[in-house]
């Protein structure tokens, strides 16, 4: 066995599921509240891709930042979070909030609309051009390994703890905070969590920030990964954060960070292991998609709750 | 007084479901607000707490026109409700649906606790429990205790007697009369008109969106015509 290709497809997997994740995270959030599958989820993660990219290039270009590399990184997630969690708000307030009351559907189409205006406004913005991170010159990407087969970048470490650092931190916030509480007694009953007093509106604002600044986080990570961002990269991204929170069992939070990892597992053994997997790997992914709704449709952890009356 | 509908006129779309309804509690009052299916009784209450708008007339509660505002700001300023069929947080434990009974007051002092928890010892030991998991008449107890965690000046009641065993029932209006002589004013929705006159101090009855009669508790009790208007024959 090649246990350095296996190990490779194996960090590069977990690399990748680790920006799924995030991204899935506010897909099955916002489910959980709405039931509303927020299909411009994909292009947010886009804009905070952007908006790190602006702000490194603020901060001197990575060639020469005007702090130290990793600092620079900081600020990037930073103010992205903070701008695509803003972003969030405003589309549901515009786009989604007018149509609470509507059939399912209504919401639905908006939620495509709003992705197309989107991947538009980006496209005239910004152009169809790829921009560089130049991750490289950032912050100096080194190369760690263990044994003489398993390696692992500096940049592949951050993603990978980063992630599972704010899915530590938004299950701590779900679980332990009043807000968090709000949340989820909005998700179980909203009418039953309206006559406690809880202000509906706020809680759907709050879920709608929370992913939102997750999915800029995954693009931001995206960008240091891969080195590069464009207009259209929300696109893919949003079908596989998707696919993900589906596999895991949409509107379970666990089940989205399951979702995120088993995809991007899925992505990177694909492209390694199977026939005509470097072209075919999304095939793969989405494949698991179907075999995912014929035999298990409620998704991994996304059993039911049985209730008792 | 604490809470006054004025000619109240609620529509669902088109449907024209209270038609100048007009009733008063006053505070520590225990009014009853009786009707059978489809009378309007669900609708008062959600025009009491603002899940509903009225097209015409006033809700004033606490002194205040509150017809305008928001279910959260009415719950803020001291009603609580008991929804119909209780309407628990499933997948919460006991404790955090007695949090969120008090969500606008930061999720309940230490006190707030202690006087549910002495009111219903039972709690206590199934704080840790999903509420999904306990029995008809412990629901019951915990969504009673869930809305007085947010020390109300009006407590209201949906149904409190729907889909309980008959023992229960009693019993669950037993700690409602606990909870009046404890000074809180409450409004009691019910079909069940012989147990929750028992306990009223006035009662109101609700027919096809009109009420029809009311008057003090002990002679609604005795009223012939209660019989036929609230039953129908």
Same mark, same amino acid.
């Given at each position: 066995m090649n246990w350095s290709l296996f190990f490779g497809e194996l960090v590069s997997g977990l690399t990748l599921g680790s920006i799924y994740a995030l991204i899935a995270l506010g897909y099955t959030m916002v489910y959980g509240i $709405?039931?509303?599958?927020?299909? *411009?989820h994909g292009d947010v993660y886009m804009v905070g891709a952007f908006v790190g990219f602006f702000v490194l290039k603020w901060l001197g @270009? /990575? $060639? *020469? /930042?005007?702090?130290?590399g990793w600092l620079a990184v900081a600020i990037m997630f930073t103010v992205a979070m903070l701008a695509c969690g803003a972003l969030g708000v405003g589309i549901e307030r515009f786009a989604y909030r007018p149509l =609470?009351?509507? /059939?399912?559907?209504a919401p639905l189409i908006s939620a495509l609309g709003v992705s197309i205006f989107l991947q538009n406004s980006a496209l005239l913005l910004w152009g169809p051009q790829f921009r560089d991170y130049d991750t490289f010159d950032l912050v100096g990407v080194k190369s760690y390994h263990i044994g003489t087969n398993f390696f692992i970048s500096n940049v592949q470490i951050l993603t990978i703890s980063v992630s599972i650092g704010l899915t530590i931190l938004l299950a701590l916030v779900i679980s332990r905070t009043r807000t968090g509480k709000a949340m989820r007694a909005t998700s179980f009953d909203r009418d039953a969590a309206e006559m406690m007093g809880i202000s509906i509106d706020r809680v759907i604002s709050f879920t709608f920030f929370l992913g939102s600044a997750l999915a800029a986080a995954g693009g931001i990570m995206f960008g240091l990964v891969f080195g590069q961002i464009f207009s259209l990269m929300g696109f893919t991204a949003g079908l596989k954060g998707f696919t993900a929170a589906v596999v895991g069992g949409i509107g379970s939070i666990p089940g989205a960070v399951l979702g995120g990892f088993l995809i991007g597992l899925t992505e990177a053994f694909a492209t390694g292991y199977l026939p005509g997997g470097s072209v075919y790997a999304n095939l793969y992914v989405f494949a698991l998609l179907i075999v995912m709704f014929l035999? =298990? /449709?409620? @998704?991994?952890? @996304?059993?039911p709750v049985i209730q008792k009356v | 007084m604490l809470l006054r509908l004025d000619n109240v006129d609620t529509y669902y779309g088109q449907i024209h479901i209270l038609q100048g309804v007009s009733l008063e509690v006053n505070e520590g009052e225990l009014v009853c607000l009786l009707g059978g299916n489809a009378s309007g009784k669900s609708t008062t209450l959600k025009t009491i707490i603002g899940m509903v708008r009225p097209r015409r007339g006033a809700v004033q509660f606490a002194g205040e026109e509150?017809?305008?505002?928001p279910t959260s700001y009415r719950i803020g300023k001291g009603m609580a409700i008991v929804p119909e069929n209780r309407r %628990?947080?499933?997948? +919460?434990s006991v404790k955090e649906n007695l949090e969120m009974g008090a969500y606008l007051h930061g999720g309940g002092t230490k006190e707030d606790f202690e006087r549910v928890y002495s009111l219903f010892p039972l709690l206590y030991e199934r704080?840790?429990?999903?509420?999904?998991?306990?029995s008809g008449g412990e629901q019951q107890m915990a969504a009673m205790g869930r809305a007085l965690m947010s020390r109300p000046k009006l407590l209201l009641m949906d149904?409190?007697? +729907?889909? %309980?065993?008959p023992i229960l029932v009693e019993r669950n209006f037993e700690i409602i009369k606990e909870v009046h002589e404890s000074g809180v004013a409450i409004l009691v929705v019910e079909q069940n008109a012989n147990v929750s006159l028992s306990i009223a101090d006035r009662g109101y009855v609700l027919q096809t969106g009109r009420i029809v009669l009311s008057g003090a508790a002990s002679s609604l009790i005795k009223d012939e015509d209660l019989r036929k208007a609230y039953l129908g024959r």
């Open positions: $709405l039931k509303l599958l927020n299909f *411009a @270009g /990575p $060639l *020469a /930042p005007a702090v130290t =609470r009351n509507a /059939p399912r559907i035999i =298990r /449709p409620t @998704g991994l952890l @996304g059993s | 509150v017809s305008g505002r %628990l947080f499933g997948p +919460m704080r840790r429990q999903l509420a999904g998991t306990l149904e409190p007697s +729907m889909g %309980l065993a």
